[in-house]
């Protein structure tokens, strides 16, 4: 699986856009992005994912770079339930038989 | 479809105690996973399987054992429980993508 480098932490303001970004220089042609997130002593949630066209489901959008050597995870109307550590994953779909390795991911805080 | 439910959420035990975590899954979802997670930190992986009777180690799996006698049930073992094992623990499935997780099963070993 590609590496991939997020900041380490992100303030937001309540009912503002949230804007994650990720690095995935050395992703390969096949790999995928795939977004987690883990609020507060639950177990990670799948948020969305994408090849090489920007997606948009019911909780975000995911903003690929033409090159594909980044991503933006947006959250358009954060929340306080949106605080949560985000992680930013690059592997094949469906991966095989290995599993997801999660990095350190990016601390979301949302402000009142 | 309840997803994947752990049980239980919270357990202390002593030092060289067992007990079997366990984890089943109503997807019908052919690889299962389990993670620990200790305080501040990412997670690590414990054994893994990708079918019913076939498990492997993942990057941390001395301590535990796992079994996976149906598609439903990947139950974790700790035989003698030590003080290292004090973490969160969880359950994950997936068929193809993504990975859908429990919500976890708090372990103290004191």
């Known amino acids: 699986d590609a590496k991939t480098t997020q900041p380490p932490s992100m303030d937001c303001a309540e009912g503002r856009a949230a804007n994650l970004p990720c690095n995935h220089s050395?992703?390969?042609?096949?790999?995928?992005v795939y977004w987690y997130r883990q609020i507060h002593s639950q177990g990670p949630q799948y948020i969305i994912h994408?090849?090489?066209n920007n997606e948009t489901n019911e909780m975000a959008s995911l903003i690929i770079t033409e090159d594909r050597k980044s991503s933006t995870l947006i959250l358009p109307h954060a929340t306080l339930r949106d605080t949560a550590v985000y992680y930013c994953?690059?592997?094949?779909?469906?991966?095989?038989?290995?599993?997801?390795?999660f990095g350190s991911g990016t601390r979301l805080q949302v402000q009142p | 479809n309840a997803g994947v439910t752990q049980t239980p959420k919270f357990r202390i035990l002593k030092i060289g105690q067992s007990m079997t975590l366990q984890c089943t899954q109503d997807?019908?979802?052919?690889?299962m996973y389990w993670y620990r997670q200790d305080p501040g930190m990412g997670l690590k992986l414990i054994y893994y399987?990708?079918?019913?009777?076939?498990?492997d180690k993942g990057e941390v799996p001395n301590g535990y054992n796992v079994s996976r006698s149906t598609t439903e049930d990947f139950p974790l073992r700790l035989e003698l429980a030590a003080p290292s094992q004090t973490s969160v623990y969880f359950c994950?499935?997936?068929?193809?993508?993504?990975?859908?997780f429990g919500n976890g099963t708090r372990l103290t070993v004191t």
């Open positions: 994950a499935s997936r068929l193809d993508s993504p990975l859908h």
């Open positions: 050395t992703i390969s042609g096949n790999e995928y």
């Open positions: 994408g090849l090489k």
């Open positions: 994953i690059v592997r094949v779909y469906g991966g095989g038989r290995r599993a997801l390795t």
């Open positions: 997807m019908n979802h052919n690889y």
């Open positions: 399987s990708v079918g019913a009777g076939i498990t």
